[in-house]
């Protein structure tokens, strides 16, 4: 039923531009793949290039095994979500979804019936013959996905879908976009800038940034364990600090951060002693040590008390600006200009290299 | 709150002084012009002017006419203003920017002068019809009444429907586009399910508009329809003819044209509302590089219709150098046309047009910024009577204007016939509702927060109004400004109805000379006027820094 897509060294130009050069990237059957990176990252144009809104100037796109770089967008089989749905303002709602199997020369029995069926799906039958005008975003932009998926595509596109709703709308529609595509099972293209959503509906990311992917994986290994800086940066909030990685043995290997040292068991072995490396340390990650000389030494700016957690704003004595997350207790906050240690959960920090384009943590170990 | 009662005092006086103005030069004579249709000479009131009309078929078979030309050119403009906003908006057409002008250019010359030069081009010894009988040996007539008719209409007003048109594709979303195209539409279909629809408002405006501008254009029927008379043709002669003149009969046909126009205005108002949905575009349309036969034909189709509808503005041009003996060209080159109409003493024909347009412009969009203000920032009973009252002419063609002027302003005390004046207001009226709409939405788009942010730093409302909002309008309202001189110096209708030998301008000079056969002196105004459309034209572009028109 569900079909995989491979895309094989594509190159997009515009003009002389050249904005992805030769990109490859397979998904599978029914999987919901979502392409995350910041704005200009080609993610959108990737997707443009599936459904052939841009031609494709390098390479090809298989889906199902069947090179589509040649058939016209209108007889690829492809459900498209749009950023701003897209809705025709002079159809109704029903008008709307039977669109593309008016365009199969489905026939009008089967329409009607269809159309009822992915309208109880996406839980809009109420509004079946309302003109869309009126409806608010989230009813709008769940007419574009029955749309999109009563043609049976075999592919479905989304672009950006829940940028133009408020927050809790978004958080609300992001959990009936992933519920209906599980229950739908159709393989599945979503592109967003926002990792909050990328991590909450994705079975895997492809992380991108200048027209490249960075890494692809589950949304807990691209978050736990980025590829480099630039992922561990992007996804959450990673403080990165300059460290020397000494004595590599057996896969212990010892972390300096000033003259703070810990030892890791998950290090690769291809990197040689007294190396130079960016430690990436997220702000939960940092345990605070208010009784020993252990740790980095900095000295506390400023906090906000968030009730869940406590953010704490410190610099270090070379003047990097860290922030650093503890779960709140009873306790008083931190006074402002306290000096105080920042130890790590080694099991939970990455290291790379110096450039911060390699990661040192080897994946096969479990720490 | 002292100074906020007084702020509204200064509004409210100038609320009740348009309104006065407006009772004065649009009410007070369309009303006279109702009450004379149904006064008798003998003082009583009946309806016989309108029985006499209906009852007789020399008389109710112009309407029958026009209706018929109306319709035509109508429906032909419409098929080919949107073919072409279509085309040119989707498929890169090279030299489109030029194309752009030159429409626009064949759209602003008055009608008849496009009648006039296709004669020449197409009549019975037309230069064409010259050619194309000694080329197949035929004798072609010419073409003249009906066909003549709607072929120089259709020309003339697509250029409306193109440019209201392309405006609307610019605003619709090209996702809609994608949308149906990845729902598995073609091209075709895409353009009947979601284009057409979608600008059938515009398109149906834009219609009106044409309607309304054929229907009550009697310059083109007049010279090319020879045996085909329409109504304002009757209305023209039955108000200045030689033979006959009946004031009050005239007056019943003027009230039977606003009725006709007034019932379609609110047909489209009705059906354009129902219609209308609010669009904005995150990514408009783009022309996008077609290949192969595509390429070719829509270039072909392009700069073929711009060619049809710019040659009478050629031929005008190209006849003013031309040397003529009576009513026949020569064939010689001379500046003699030239010579004739700029080396008389009184060259006032000329410096009339300038003058009143300037003038008219002036008033225009003093009052017409004054009006759209007070419509939409200070909302009360009164601005909305102002609203609907502005918007009246819009439905009174030039000619009713022109005429209801003349029964209304021809005595003491308000004696303003053959003066300047009455063709400045005449001009200010009947440019006044377009000027308001463009500056009820240019206002639209200023926050009032501006204004109020003004007010909170001490500024009264009046200083607030002409320091903030009116400089914020100013590159709007100015590039509006441009194109409506460029609408004014090419009015005929009420001009002609209106002029006396002092208060000529260009149009009436042309319409004068080719009357009088006189084309070459014809052509030598013509020109003239064009070109001051052009500079106009591209002092617009200057302004307004883009090549979008609304007219």
Not at chain 1, 36 to 54: H, Y
Not at chain 1, 199 to 205: E, T, W, Y
Not at chain 2, 254 to 259: A, F, L, Q, R, T
Not at chain 2, 496 to 515: G, N
């Amino acid at each position: 039923m569900s079909v995989a897509i491979n895309i094989e060294n594509v190159v997009k130009r515009f003009g002389k531009d050249t904005v992805i050069n030769g990109l490859s990237l397979d998904i599978k059957p029914g999987e919901f793949f979502t392409l995350l990176g910041p704005s200009g990252c080609g993610k959108t144009t990737l997707l443009r290039m599936i459904i052939g809104f841009n031609s494709i100037e390098g390479g090809q796109i298989k889906v199902d095994g069947k090179v589509i770089n040649n058939i016209p967008t209108n007889k690829r089989n492809m459900g498209m979500v749009f950023q701003n749905y897209a809705i025709f303002p002079h159809m109704s709602v029903k008008d709307n979804i039977a669109f593309g199997l008016k365009n199969r020369k489905v026939p009008k029995n089967e329409i009607e019936s269809r159309v009822d069926e992915i309208l109880k799906v996406v839980k809009i039958d109420h509004l079946k013959n309302r003109m869309p005008q009126k409806l608010s975003g989230g009813q709008q932009q769940r007419i574009a996905l029955a749309r999109a998926i009563v043609i049976h595509p075999e592919v479905l596109l989304m672009d950006e879908p829940l940028s133009n709703l408020d927050a809790k709308l978004r958080t609300e529609m992001r959990n009936a976009i992933k519920q209906i595509q599980q229950q739908v099972g159709i393989t599945t293209v979503y592109v967003t800038h926002d990792q909050e959503e990328a991590l909450a509906v994705s079975d895997r990311i492809a992380v991108m940034n200048g027209g490249v992917i960075q890494q692809i994986d589950t949304p807990k290994n691209i978050y736990q364990r980025p590829a480099n800086t630039f992922v561990s940066t992007f996804i959450g909030l990673s403080n990165i600090v300059k460290g020397v990685l000494e004595n590599n043995e057996k896969g212990k290997a010892w972390v300096k951060i000033g003259n703070y040292r810990f030892q890791m068991n998950n290090i690769k072995k291809d990197c040689g002693a007294n190396c130079p490396v960016k430690v990436s340390i997220r702000p939960e990650e940092f345990i605070i040590n208010r009784e020993t000389e252990e740790g980095i030494p900095v000295v506390v700016k400023s906090s906000v008390f968030l009730g869940v957690a406590t953010h704490y704003f410190v610099e270090t004595k070379e003047g990097q600006e860290m922030e650093v997350i503890q779960n709140s207790d009873l306790d008083e906050l931190i006074p402002n200009g306290t000096k105080i240690h920042l130890k790590v959960q080694v099991q939970k920090v990455n290291v790379f290299s110096e450039d911060g384009n390699r990661t040192f943590i080897d994946r096969g170990v479990r720490s | 709150m002292k100074s906020g009662k007084k702020g509204l005092n200064i509004w409210l006086v100038m609320t009740f002084a348009i309104l006065a103005l407006f009772l004065l030069f649009v009410v007070y004579p369309i009303g006279l012009i109702l009450y004379k249709s149904i006064l008798m000479e003998d003082g009583t009131i009946s309806f016989a002017y309108f029985t006499k009309f209906f009852s007789k078929k020399f008389y109710w078979s112009t309407l029958v006419n026009s209706f018929k030309v109306t319709i035509a050119s109508t429906l032909v403009s419409a098929v080919l203003g949107l073919i072409m906003a279509y085309v040119l908006r989707s498929i890169k057409i090279r030299g489109s920017k030029y194309l752009n002008i030159l429409i626009v250019i064949s759209y602003l010359s008055p009608p008849f002068i496009g009648a006039y030069a296709w004669v020449q081009l197409l009549g019975r010894n037309g230069f064409i019809t010259r050619i194309l009988n000694s080329l197949f040996n035929a004798k072609l007539g010419g073409i003249y009444g009906f066909a003549g008719i709607v072929l120089v209409f259709s020309l003339q007003s697509f250029p409306l429907v193109y440019m209201y048109v392309s405006g609307a594709l610019k605003n619709l979303d090209n996702s809609l586009n994608e949308a149906a195209e990845s729902l598995g539409c073609s091209v075709f279909q895409r353009v009947r399910s979601i284009i057409v629809p979608l600008v059938t408002p515009t398109l149906l405006a834009s219609s009106l508009l044409v309607f309304m501008r054929v229907f009550s254009d009697f310059g083109t029927p007049m010279l090319i329809g020879e045996g085909y008379k329409t109504f304002p043709v009757l209305l023209y002669s039955q108000f200045m003819g030689e033979v006959s003149t009946d004031d009050h009969y005239a007056a019943a046909l003027c009230v039977i044209v606003i009725g006709i126009t007034l019932i379609l205005f609110f047909l489209q108002r009705f059906i354009g509302n129902r219609l209308t949905y609010s669009m904005s575009a995150l990514k408009p349309m783009e022309a996008q590089k077609a290949t192969g036969m595509r390429n070719i034909l829509a270039h072909a189709f392009v700069y073929l219709v711009v060619l049809v509808a710019v040659l009478p503005q050629l031929t005008v041009i190209s006849t003013s150098f031309m040397e003529t003996k009576g009513a026949s060209y020569t064939g010689q080159f001379t500046l003699q046309n030239y010579k004739n109409i700029l080396m008389p003493k009184n060259i006032s024909t000329i410096s009339n047009t300038y003058l009143f347009g300037l003038a008219a412009i002036l008033l225009v969009v003093v009052l017409g910024v004054l009006i759209s203000y007070l419509t939409v920032r200070k909302r009360s009973f009164l601005t909305s009577i102002l609203d609907t009252l502005t918007m009246f002419p819009y439905i009174i063609p030039g000619s009713v204007l022109g005429i209801s002027f003349l029964y209304a302003f021809n005595k003491n005390p308000l004696l303003l016939s053959g003066t300047a004046i009455i063709i400045i207001i005449s001009l200010c009226i009947r440019r006044m509702p377009y000027t308001i709409r463009s500056s009820t939405a240019i206002i639209g788009q200023i926050s009032p927060s501006i204004e109020e942010a003004a007010i909170s730093l001490g500024s009264t409302e009046m200083k607030s109004f002409i320091k903030i909002t009116v400089p914020m309008m100013m590159a709007g309202v100015l590039s509006g400004a441009i194109m409506s001189w460029i609408t004014l110096i090419s009015e005929l209708s009420s001009s002609i109805i209106l002029y006396t030998s002092k208060t000529q301008t260009l149009t009436v000079a042309i319409y004068a000379e080719v009357i009088r056969s006189n084309f070459g002196n014809a052509a030598a105004y013509s020109t003239i006027l064009t070109i001051t459309s052009i500079i106009s034209l591209l002092l617009f572009f200057k302004v307004s820094g883009n090549n979008d028109i609304s007219v």
